[in-house]
């Protein structure tokens, strides 16, 4: 690891020792902040009292679903816009605006149209995702490189081999950051959609923690939530960095 | 490859485009809501009718304000401070590296489960959302920042000092000139992305606010004013950003 | 068709007006030939439409006017069996290892497994990649992933190789390595090759006749024949008469080079208003 590497080490162990120091002088009140030793330990119990396992399996089940529609619906919607330019100039500007929209404002609506429970989730969560993965479809198939194609002309490789040996293979960086995106929008949608007004699931139970000022099991809960996403997102970063370096991108 | 897309269509035609667009989400609006039922989804018309009477009256008038304060501190707030953290880090190189990836992890949590953390140490006013929405809009506007000022070619500023330039010279016209696209790029997502933290905050234990006028409104079952206020965010939502995209197309086609 | 493996007749390039700007006459009207088995090299200033004649003559691209003729028929808009193609950039797939990149044509034929691996076995050992087989091409210099492209058209046993400046890219030296056996893979294949190329010294190095093209429209303003040996080498350079060739092309070449820098500043004139 470098110079730098370390230095963010010790820049995160600082802080983090800042903050239990702060809490255990009474710097920081806990009504507002518990110590990170505390916030450790509460995860401990909640993870292996497994307390959390039906709130877990549930946000996760929304997850999962939502990420795969999103991946396969934004994946399929992106070669179709692709292979139609006069399509793709139209929804330009649907395309750009799209992300600006606070999609949470829809979110007391599905509420109305699918009840409580996993369908609007799902929903909020596949829509979020969804166009992070036509971006970057398009973007993948915008960027693969003219002399591969004409390779392909060369070799005379009919329309779907040039599509499955040659276009997808090229972008499939590019796919792969859709499918890192649309994972992180889809879980932000979930936990955000449960936070906000529903029965059950991790959003659900940290804003219950919250309101009945459980601040060690919240800060716990938190912890989690944010462990589980950094978990999936440095997996895939890993599988991204590796394909990347043996590509010679990086 | 995409500067020179040959088949530069006439502003009309991408006027038509829009128009298109809109009509298309406009007549499938119309046709779910009239296939749900006005217990789901009311058709557009009655939206925007509802829409102009909620405006009219005066119980809306503070909710707007106070989301429009909160909104507006929160992007100032965002803007100018992603700008002095991306140029304090994009300037000196070391300190650049040991942030940059504590940024990009922060821009990946879901910071939505942070918002108790938040209330618990803002309370329960506008300063919460405010600072909701400052943290989500900070993070892309320090990125880009620090981004654009690192990568200002170092050719550029020996070339200036060969000319004979000023440090403050080269800053005004060189740095200054090389980073703007790229800022004002983070400035829009920036902005976005604050304006979705504030909905959050005013999502989640608000007492006054469109979003909590959204809330309540559920517990009527009061589907004209969801969707009203729905309606009205996203049209400014929209707008902002069409005017930010506008800017910063204008910018990045001189390069 | 004895005498000519390739032939232009009458061939022009015209690209389409596009928004503001003009229409391009790239090439044209062309005729030539080209002999079977011969190393025949295309010089010209930058932008004269040596590409474009590449892409017509490989079948990518169909000419606006005009026929090409490759061993007895026209080409129809798709590159024919018996061409294989180098172009100039790094066309090695990223995601696929040395021995598969050069397997992927013959495996899109169909052919047999066993065949499979002695062609591309030989091909491999023939550019010095024996090796590398189970490296990915970024793992490699730009002039070995050059050889992988090479060896990659090789493979396919074509009969007409095009060459679009595919030592562009590489060092002076590696590119007087790469020639050589250029030559030597030409040699011991038979096939005809056509080089496109900006290097006077290496078409005239290479090559049995060099086409001499003028600036935009482009076409022959005069063909060199070299009469060298057909066992040459880098080590020709030494002789008097190599120095007399390439003070021809360069006579040659001069006055056209200049125009094509005109043009070139022309159509970039409001870069050259603002500077004033």
């Known amino acids: 690891m470098g110079k730098a590497g370390l230095i963010r080490i010790a820049v995160i162990l600082a802080a983090v020792l800042a903050l239990e120091i702060a809490c255990r002088t009474g710097a920081v009140p806990p009504s507002a902040v518990v110590p ?20 877990l399996r549930l946000t996760l089940t929304a997850v999962v679903i939502a990420t795969i529609i999103a991946i396969v619906g934004g994946f399929f919607a992106g070669l179709i816009i692709h292979g139609l330019p006069r399509l793709r100039r139209t929804l330009a500007p649907l395309l750009a605006a799209y992300y600006a929209i606070p999609h949470l404002a829809f ?11 996993l369908g609007p989730l799902i929903v909020l969560a596949s829509l979020l995702g969804i166009m992070a993965m036509i971006i970057a479809t398009l973007d993948g198939l915008d960027h693969v490189p003219r002399v591969l194609l004409r390779t392909a002309a060369v070799l005379r490789l009919n329309r779907w081999s040039e599509m499955m040996l040659v276009r997808l ?10 499918i890192k995106l649309a994972f992180s929008y889809a879980f932000i949608g979930v936990v955000a959609g449960e936070f906000i007004l ?40 890993v599988g991204e960095r590796r394909l990347l370096t043996r590509r010679g991108m990086r | 490859m995409r500067s020179n897309e040959a088949i530069q269509p006439s502003v009309l035609l991408r006027w038509g485009d829009g128009l298109l667009v809109l009509l298309a989400i406009i007549a499938s609006w119309q046709a779910l809501a009239l296939w749900g039922g006005s217990d789901v989804m009311t058709t557009p018309i009655e939206t925007v009718r509802h829409a ?7 119980r809306f008038w503070p909710h707007f304000r106070e989301t429009a304060t909160a909104y507006s501190v929160a992007a100032i707030v965002a803007v100018l401070g992603g700008l002095l953290m991306g140029i304090a880090l994009g300037a000196h190189r070391l300190t650049g590296e040991v942030f940059e990836p504590i940024f990009v992890a922060l821009y990946s949590i879901p910071k939505v489960t942070l918002y108790p953390v938040v209330l618990l140490l803002f309370g329960l006013g506008i300063e919460a959302k405010i600072a909701f929405g400052a943290m989500h809009g900070i993070i892309p506007v320090t990125i880009f920042t620090l981004n654009a000022v690192r990568q200002v070619n170092r050719t550029w500023l020996r070339a200036g000092r060969a000319m004979g330039l000023s440090p403050a010279q080269s800053i005004l016209h060189i740095v200054v000139p090389a980073t703007i ?62 005017a930010m995209l506008a800017i910063d197309r204008r910018l990045h086609q001189r390069i | 068709m004895t005498n000519e493996h390739v032939s232009f007749r009458d061939v022009e390039q015209v690209f389409p007006a596009r928004g503001k700007q003009d229409p391009v006459h790239a090439l044209g009207p062309i005729s030539f030939a080209i002999r079977p088995g011969e190393f025949f090299s295309v010089v010209g200033p930058s932008g004269c439409g040596k590409s474009t004649m590449l892409d017509v003559m490989s079948g990518l691209t169909r000419p606006t006017r005009g026929q090409v003729i490759f061993e007895g028929s026209p080409l129809d808009g798709t590159v024919p069996d018996g061409i294989g193609v180098v172009f100039q950039e790094d066309a090695s797939f990223p995601w696929l290892t ?118 935009r429209p482009g076409t022959f303003i005069s063909i060199v024949e070299t009469g060298w040996a057909k066992d040459r080498d880098s080590t020709l350079a030494e002789l008097p008469e190599f120095g007399a060739v390439s003070s021809r092309l360069w006579a040659l070449l001069r006055s056209e080079s200049m125009r094509a820098m005109g043009q070139h500043a022309a159509s970039r004139s409001s870069l050259a208003g603002k500077a004033a």
């Open chain 1, 36 to 55: 990170p030793s505390a916030m450790l330990a509460s995860v401990y119990e909640i993870l292996t009292t497994g307390e959390i396992a039906h709130d």
């Open chain 1, 107 to 117: 979110y007391p609506l599905l509420i109305v149209v699918f009840g409580l429970g």
């Open chain 1, 169 to 178: 293979p090229a972008a499939f960086p590019h796919l792969l950051s859709g």
């Open chain 1, 198 to 237: 529903s029965t059950a699931g991790l959003g659900h139970a940290i804003s219950f923690a919250y309101d009945n000022f459980q601040n060690r099991r919240m800060y716990g809960l938190i912890l989690i939530a944010i462990g589980l996403v950094t978990l999936v997102n440095t997996t895939l970063l």
């Open chain 2, 52 to 58: 102009v009477q909620l405006t009219g009256q005066s």
């Open chain 2, 181 to 242: 696209p790229e800022i004002v790029s983070g400035i829009r997502i920036g902005l976005s992305l604050a304006l979705l933290g504030t909905m959050l905050g005013e999502l989640f234990a608000s007492k006054r606010g469109l979003g909590f006028l959204l809330m309540s409104a559920i517990d009527v079952h009061d589907v004209r004013t969801i969707m009203a206020i729905a309606l009205l965010i996203s049209i400014f939502a929209w707008a902002m950003n069409a």
């Open chain 3, 98 to 215: 040395v021995w598969d990149n050069v397997a992927f044509g013959l495996r899109r034929r169909g052919v047999d497994a066993a065949e499979i691996r002695r062609r591309v076995d030989y091909a491999l050992s023939f550019m010095g990649l024996a090796a590398f087989t189970k490296a990915y091409p970024s793992q490699l210099s730009g002039g070995m992933r050059q050889r992988v492209c090479i060896a990659r058209t090789l493979v396919m046993q074509p009969r007409l190789i095009l060459l679009d400046e595919p030592f562009g890219a590489l060092d002076q030296q590696t590119r007087l390595l790469m020639g050589d056996e250029l030559l030597r893979l030409w040699r011991e294949t038979g096939a005809t090759i056509m080089l496109i190329t900006h290097a006077l010294d290496e078409a005239n190095l290479l090559s049995d006749r060099i086409g001499v093209m003028s600036a």
